[in-house]
Every structure is written in structure tokens, then in C-alpha cells.
């Protein structure tokens, strides 16, 4: 079951989906409705749409629900049912490594998913297995961000998806929503994994969850040089904007996906046209005020 019933008796429907209500305010949820459109009108009932259909939205009501008993520590994965996405795992993972070491090699590779396309080349499609996003070299965040997830999983490691969703003017064609990450379960807490090459430390060094950042931003300008170098080189933002994904009208979700539950989602690929962005840019523009400037965006 992606998402387990909570053991408190607690109601968490008012919390899921692109249409959740609770613990948002009126600007949030209808950032959240906008960016769920949009993503929906791309990828349809493929497995980033679907996502929008079981992200549990983060937020006070929800968080010790989300950090204890939502996702499950246990690792179902069976050897030998993905062996592509083994072979690559073991290639990273070194002898002996720890946990945190193991999750920063996999974060790293999934950073640089888009250097390994040919120069110029451009993604023709959307979506697709993790396999698939792997050899295409995807430079999309929700897709490296599967990858991630999987990986993890598939070396020992629990993980699960993360979402931020950010005001967006859909009048710009050239626009971006919002932003896909992980978190993996390491050192008995859950890390804040970005694709973009980045992770945070508390002013403790505890290694940071999305819950950290959403209670204290502030953490993103707190970082050593040590843990900034990890950040994707073509990244166009920097460590401390990564905040703006915690500002007060974005909304943060989380989604359980599993590496042996793949057979339930559908992986078809998305032609990556104009006339699709332009048809999901209208579709979500129905939904909420035109022109509304972001105060986040894309890392």
C-alpha cells in the first residue's frame, strides 16, 4: 500500500492528491491545483502523473505521520528482477562504504544523468522506466529523482519521493514549475537528497530532512564548502535558493514508489513537443491567476 493508514486513527485523505486541502492555505492549494494540472496534462496516467494521485502534503498536521510510520523501512526488493539497475549499483557503492557515503555516491550519478548525452542532443520524450531515463541521459527532475529512489532502494538503502510546488506564471512559455528530490532513509534519519547536487547539515551536523528545511530555510545558507561542492555544475541556482521551496505559498509532498512495485505503473513515453507544454500552460491557467510572478522555481 503506498500510502498506510495511519496507526493514530488520524484522516490524512484531506492531505492527498493535486486537490488536498489540508494543513494549506487558500494561495496554496491553489498553487497546488495549478502545478497538478499542468503536470497531469504532460504525463497523463503515466507514473509522473499518477504520483499527483498519492503525494501527502508535509506540513504540521501531517509531519509526525510522515516520519514515523508512512514509509515502510523495509526493503521487499527482489535480486535479480531489475539486474540493469544492480549492475549500476554495485558499480557505485564501494566496498565497506557507509550509509551516507553509499547515498551520495547514488545522488552523484543521478546528478549527472544529463552529461552523459550527446552534446546538443535534446530529450525526445518524457517518462519511461528508470532504465530508460538512465539512457537517455534525462535531465528532468522528477525522473533523475525516480532513479534515485530506486537506486536506493535496490542497494539497502529505504527511500521515497519528494515534491515541491511553487507559484508559476503559466503565461511565460518558458516557464518552469516546480521541483522534484528524494529522501533516503540514512544514519537513522530521513536526508534530503536533490538531484541538483544537493544535500544540508543541521547546525548539529545531522543530516537535514525536507521537514528540517521546512521549519528552519534558513539552514540552506548555513552550508560548508565541503557539502556545496556536491552541487551539479550546470546547476543555474545556488544553495540558498533552494529555500524558496519552503516559502510560505509553495507546498511541499511526499509519495512512496518502490523499485518492486513498478508492474502497477504505466511507463509510456511522452512525445516532448511545443503543443504539449503549450496545451498543460492553458490547462493550468484555468486554475488560477494569470500572470501570478513566482517566488520559486526551478533549481
Not at 22 to 36: A, E
Not at 154 to 163: D, E, L, M, Q
Not at 237 to 262: G, H, I, P, R, T
Amino acid at each position: 500500500m503506498r500510502i498506510p493508514k495511519p496507526s493514530s486513527g488520524m484522516d490524512v485523505k484531506p492531505y492527498i492528491g493535486g486537490g488536498a486541502s489540508g494543513g494549506l492555505t487558500d494561495r496554496q492549494r491553489s498553487v497546488l491545483v495549478q502545478d497538478s494540472t499542468f503536470s497531469r496534462t504532460i504525463y497523463g496516467e503515466t507514473v509522473d502523473g499518477v504520483f499527483f494521485d498519492d503525494l501527502v502534503v508535509l506540513c504540521e498536521d501531517t509531519a509526525e505521520y510522515l516520519y514515523s510510520e508512512f514509509t515502510p523501512t523495509e526493503i521487499r526488493y527482489v535480486p535479480g528482477s531489475r539486474p540493469h539497475l544492480e549492475k549500476i549499483v554495485e558499480g557505485l557503492i564501494k566496498p565497506g562504504a557507509g550509509e551516507r557515503e553509499k547515498a551520495l555516491a547514488l545522488m552523484r550519478f543521478c546528478r549527472d544523468l544529463p552529461n552523459t548525452r550527446i552534446s546538443g542532443q535534446n530529450t525526445l520524450f518524457h517518462g519511461g522506466t528508470e532504465e530508460e531515463v538512465i539512457k537517455k541521459g534525462s535531465a528532468m527532475c522528477n525522473e533523475q529523482s525516480r532513479v534515485l529512489t530506486v537506486l536506493a532502494q535496490i542497494a539497502g538503502i529505504p527511500a521515497r519521493y519528494v515534491g515541491h510546488v511553487v507559484p508559476t506564471d503559466f503565461t511565460d512559455p518558458k516557464c518552469g514549475t516546480g521541483h522534484g528530490v528524494c529522501e533516503l532513509y540514512v544514519e537513522g534519519t530521513w536526508m534530503y537528497l536533490d538531484i541538483r547536487g544537493k544535500y544540508f547539515l543541521t547546525g548539529d551536523g545531522r543530516l537535514a530532512s525536507a521537514w528540517d528545511l521546512l521549519q528552519d530555510p534558513s539552514i540552506c545558507d548555513r552550508q560548508s564548502p565541503q557539502v556545496r561542492a556536491e552541487r551539479w555544475k550546470y546547476a543555474t541556482s545556488s544553495f540558498s535558493k533552494s529555500k524558496e521551496f519552503f516559502a510560505d505559498d509553495c507546498v511541499s509532498l511526499m509519495v512512496n514508489y518502490s523499485a518492486w512495485q513498478w508492474g502497477e505503473y504505466d511507463y509510456s513515453w511522452i512525445w516532448a513537443t511545443d503543443e504539449i507544454w503549450q496545451k498543460a500552460r492553458q490547462a493550468a491557467l484555468k486554475h488560477g491567476n494569470k500572470g501570478n510572478p513566482p517566488s520559486g522555481g526551478k533549481a
